[in-house]
């Protein structure tokens, strides 16, 4: 075990009190604890000075935003063990009333010498019993700085209207980036709150879209020798409000065609500027509000097919908004249209042939999986090939086509889907004498034949 000695020099390491410095003449953090199925700590801290002192731990859990704090008169010689299993099983308050969740299996803690007047000595160890085992591992930690705090996110990007938590890291004593989030509790600030303001737990707040910056100061151990100080440091950096896109509809749109009405909504858009790829251009913008943008995107046909990741933000005072997919849609499947079918009962027509003629809605989709229904005016036509078999002996019956009465097959011919990218097949089917047998319908055929 380690002696940390407390000399009357404390005085001059005072500065402004924080939430957590209690009026340290010294502090140490101890590490972690642990309490679950194979695991329990122990801590104890003792007064090995001629006169008495108060101690105080506390045990920090949920990454150091929570804390559970005990205190003990100690007197020369005195002693104060803390059992975390106990504390947790049997929820015992501590000094504020709080309990340990029963949940909880791991955290950090720290012991606090609070008399700064006197002189005392205080020891440290801790116990993990690794119940699995039956094993017992002694620790005395010594004291364990931080430097060189720092903000999570820098900048940070705060939604207009909306919020973004920020952290402070720093470098501890053994060179490791740690969350000391907790430690600068309560002294945050920003340099203009007419664009962010900010809270106690460092959650930020979008006023207005721009550009500001964020401080925060908290207390921070600092080592001299084995003695640690709570010391007064800074963490700052730049705070960006930006505007927000919330959603896009539609969010697909036909290669080499224009998607009319497109809506993009949020918040923040006032004197900004819609960005989109060089293959997919900003048309006629009907509106353009804080909260919502209607345009049309023309779509070159030399767009890259399927998602283009990110195509549309805004951006508004040098600050972008989040960046939003849009998919360039290809035709590339048809569908039937569900109850759109008529015309599919066998009938007898005159000179004793028998069929159907059949009608029913086709939908356009796309190449996505699972294939989207393009919404858009589509040109369109259709050729057959060869009947094989063709037990039903249609091979040489003039065929209707979309482009009838030219048959050529080659289309187009002004035949267009209409603009939700349906069409209607009307006259599909045909009718044969070998499926009459005196007079009555029967079954004949088949006829097989590729309709492209």
């Known amino acids: 075990m380690f002696r940390a000695r407390a000399k009357n020099e404390q005085s001059a390491h005072h500065g402004p009190q924080t939430p957590f410095s209690d009026q340290l003449a010294f502090a140490w953090e101890g590490g972690m604890w642990e309490y679950d199925a194979q695991h329990n700590s122990l801590m104890t801290a003792g007064n090995g000075g001629a006169k008495p002192t108060r101690a105080a731990l506390t045990l920090f859990y949920n ?3 929570a804390r559970y704090d005990l205190e003990q008169a ?13 504390l947790i ?20 803690y720290e012991f606090r010498d609070l008399n700064d007047k006197i002189a005392g000595t205080l020891f440290e160890g801790k116990v993990v019993f690794e119940k699995t085992y039956g094993h017992v591992t002694y620790g005395c930690m010594t004291c364990c700085d931080y430097t060189g705090p720092y903000l999570t996110f820098d900048p940070l990007g705060i939604p ?18 740690t969350d000391v989030s907790s430690k600068f509790y309560g002294n945050w600030t920003t340099a203009n709150t007419a664009i962010a303001t900010v809270g106690n737990d460092g959650t930020h707040t979008g006023v207005a879209v721009g550009p500001t910056s964020s401080d925060t100061l908290g207390a921070l151990m600092t080592q001299h020798g084995r003695i640690c100080y709570n010391t007064q440091q800074h963490a700052s950096g730049t705070d960006n409000v930006t505007p927000h896109i919330d959603s896009i509809s539609p969010s697909r749109g036909l290669i080499g065609a224009t998607t009319s009405s497109v809506t993009i909504t949020g918040k923040g ?24 943008i209607v345009l049309d995107l023309i779509i070159s046909d030399t767009a890259t097919p399927g998602n283009n990741v990110g195509a549309i933000y805004v951006s508004v005072s040098s600050q972008n908004s989040n960046k939003i997919d849009f998919y360039v849609q290809v035709p590339t499947s048809l569908s039937v249209v569900s109850g759109s079918a008529t015309g599919t009962t066998e009938k007898l027509c005159t000179s004793n042939p028998c069929g159907t003629i059949v009608s029913f809605k086709y939908q356009v989709n796309d190449q ?24 039903l002996g249609l091979q040489g019956t003039p065929l209707t086509t979309t482009c009838s009465p030219n048959q050529s097959n080659s289309g187009p ?11 209607t097949e009307a006259v599909l089917g045909g009718f044969s004498l070998v499926c009459c047998v005196g007079g009555v319908c029967t079954t004949g055929g088949p006829s097989d034949v590729t309709q492209t």
Not at 74 to 86: C, N, R, S
């Open 63 to 65: 990454q150091g935003t």
């Open 74 to 86: 100690l007197q020369a010689g005195d002693q104060m063990w803390i059992d975390v299993g106990k």
């Open 89 to 108: 099983r049997e929820h015992v308050p501590d000094k504020n009333g709080k309990v340990l969740p029963a949940d909880l299996s791991s955290g950090s």
């Open 160 to 177: 207009f209207l909306g919020t973004s938590p920020n952290g402070v890291w720093a470098t501890d004593c053994n060179l490791n980036d």
């Open 269 to 292: 858009f006032t004197g900004g500027h819609v960005n989109t790829p060089a293959a997919i251009q900003v048309n006629n913008i009907t509106s353009f509000a804080d909260n919502k």
């Open 368 to 391: 996505d999986s699972p294939a989207q229904p393009i919404r858009n005016v589509m040109s369109f036509w259709d050729s057959f090939g060869t009947f094989s078999p063709d037990g």
């Open 413 to 423: 011919c002004n035949a267009n889907t209409n603009t939700d990218g349906t069409f």
